[in-house]
């Protein structure tokens, strides 16, 4: 019972920590940072993904309102030049509006702080938001549970094969997640957020996709064994390792994205 206990917190502890990891470093996840400029602090958040309908507020904390600034920014990818804008002042926050796009659509942009003279640019590199549509709570929920769920049954029955545990059951539960997390539910989330059932092979690229399909290739093989021997341990590993090395592949790397140098000029 010990032993059980300790495999069952070894895998929540893995399962959370590759989770923690893959979202914080998407290239949705906001980017934060602080600069100085004329010895004051300025620390802010920006974001990188934003539901329609409306622009994209991008807000940055500064109280003193001799500090100004103003941002650039350009539909990515495409041929568009730079368009430069001045940050507007609500209250003690100034504010970047990125203008709206189509789900999937990207903007590039790059903010500047002026103050007394001096210029403070907030990143080194322009930043990339994306705009999806909204996603209603009833399969966004079910999608991120199950997700997490398989996630943990992976990771407990690669842990039940190294110690030379059954695995049918835990294989069991892990497919299911995982068929009903990645391959019902998911395709739902993209369908509200970005208009698409699926955009990954064969029908385009989106990393996120065929990761859930890789997942499921390798624990089906893994099932499959699982059934015919309870106590199969091989595949079972090599499912949750690869599951694991997927989760460790950032949060919607390679998304679902409008290629805008494809207009006709």
Do not use: C
């Not at 300790?6 to 979202?23: K, M, N, P």
């Not at 929920?141 to 992976?154: Q, T």
Request: hydrophobic content about 45%; overall charge positive; glycine content about 6%.
């Amino acid at each position: 019972m010990k032993k059980n206990i300790l495999y069952w917190i070894i895998a929540i502890v893995i399962t959370l920590s590759s989770a923690i990891f893959q979202r914080i470093t998407g290239p949705t996840h906001p980017f934060r940072g602080k600069v100085e400029i004329s010895g004051e602090e300025i620390r802010y958040r920006l974001i990188r993904s934003f539901p329609k309908p409306t622009d994209a507020p991008v807000k940055i904390k500064a109280g003193n309102k001799s500090i100004h600034g103003y941002y650039k920014f350009k539909r990515y990818p495409s041929y568009d030049q730079w368009a430069y804008k001045d940050l507007e002042r609500d209250g003690e926050y100034l504010v970047a509006y990125i203008p709206n796009q189509p789900p999937a659509g990207k903007v590039k942009y790059k903010i500047f702080l002026t103050k007394e003279g001096e210029e403070k640019a907030l990143s080194d590199k322009p930043l990339i938001i994306r705009f999806r549509d909204d996603v209603p709570a009833w399969a966004m929920i079910p999608h991120i549970i199950l997700m997490f769920a398989a996630m943990l049954f992976s990771m407990r029955a690669g842990i039940a094969a190294i110690v030379s545990e059954k695995t049918y059951i835990l294989s069991l539960l892990t497919i299911s997640s995982l068929v009903a997390g990645g391959l019902i539910f998911g395709p739902i989330v993209q369908k509200y957020a970005f208009g698409d059932y699926w955009t990954g092979w064969p029908f385009g690229t989106d990393l996120t996709d065929n990761k859930t399909a890789v997942a499921f290739i390798f624990w089906l093989i893994a099932f499959i064994k699982a059934y015919k021997n309870p106590n199969h341990r091989t595949w079972v590993i090599v499912a949750s390792i690869v599951l694991l090395l997927i989760y460790l592949i950032p949060h919607s790397l390679m998304g679902s994205e409008i290629d805008f140098t494809k207009e006709v000029k």
